[in-house]
């Protein structure tokens, strides 16, 4: 059973940091862009960020340039979503993503096969 889950979510004042994990079971991550989305109460699903397989591409949204970044860990077979100076602003749910065999990286959410179940952040003082 192919599955991913989310971890690394939690409660940040303004201005700190958490990394999210992404972790698959069942299928090697390598040969699978990954993306970033994010809910929040209310509002419509939002791409963050993505990452092409064999890391040619990224893709951010604009929200979140210069303080998120993303990476893969081969041997641990995850995606992490290091979040910087979050804000208020970036509380939401947030998933992670896999799209098979795609060297292009999208912020599309219908462009993906697998879904995690999502690991709330929320950021408040």
């Known amino acids: 059973q192919l599955q991913l889950v989310e971890s690394g979510g939690g409660l940040v004042q303004p201005g700190g940091s958490l990394r999210l994990s992404c972790a698959a079971s069942?299928?090697?991550?390598?040969?699978?862009?990954i993306g970033w989305f994010r809910q929040a109460p209310g509002k419509e699903r939002e791409g963050v960020f993505c990452?092409?397989?064999?890391?040619?591409?990224?893709n951010y949204a604009d929200s979140v340039k210069g303080r998120f970044t993303i990476s893969r860990d081969h041997a641990k077979n995850t995606v992490s979503l290091q979040m910087n100076s979050l804000k208020p602003e970036d509380t939401a749910i947030y998933y992670c993503?896999?799209?098979?065999?795609?060297?292009?990286?999208?912020?599309?959410?219908?462009?993906?096969?697998?879904w995690g179940q999502g690991t709330q952040v929320t950021v408040s003082s």
């Open positions: 993503a896999a799209a098979y065999g795609s060297r292009q990286c999208t912020l599309a959410g219908g462009s993906y096969d697998y």
């Open positions: 990452i092409s397989t064999v890391s040619v591409r990224t």
């Open positions: 069942g299928f090697t991550l390598d040969y699978y862009a």
